[in-house]
């Protein structure tokens, strides 16, 4: 993994219908996402040039797509399904790191939000869909 080079998504918001719950799928709602990527991005720093690499653009789009254009009951097949997006599309990636988070939760208590976090390497992942 290029430890010197990171992309940071924050806190990215998304309306999806996702849930275990028939009645979270039907009403929706707020859905906060974290990306992180790692590729070498030396040829970026040294050319300027977007061209030379990922464009956090597309990978806002993409977890835009996933988030609001499909629908899932865990916020694991969530995660998951960006990465799988994200090694499809941008062979540069060498690690993903995806924290998808939900606000409003059943549960009897009070909590900010429950977080599932994937997180693999382009190695694992290809191993693991070979």
């Known amino acids: ?31 906060f996402v974290d990306v992180e990527i790692a590729y070498d991005m030396l ?25 609001e254009n499909e629908q899932h009951k865990l916020l694991q097949k969530l995660g998951y399904r960006i990465i799988e997006d994200a090694f499809g599309r941008f062979n540069k990636l060498e690690w993903i790191r995806v924290s998808v988070k939900k ?12 977080s599932v976090v994937v997180e693999k390497s382009a190695t694992e992942f290809h191993q693991d869909n070979a």
């Open 1 to 31: 993994m290029s430890n010197n080079y990171r992309v940071e998504l924050k806190n990215m918001q998304f309306w999806g219908r996702h849930g275990h719950f028939q009645e979270e799928r039907e009403r929706g709602q707020k859905f």
């Open 43 to 67: 040829q970026m720093c040294k050319t300027d040039q977007l061209e030379q690499g990922v464009s956090y653009l597309e990978i806002y789009n993409l977890c835009r797509e996933v988030m």
């Open 103 to 114: 606000p409003f939760v059943p549960v009897e208590g009070i909590v900010d939000y429950i």
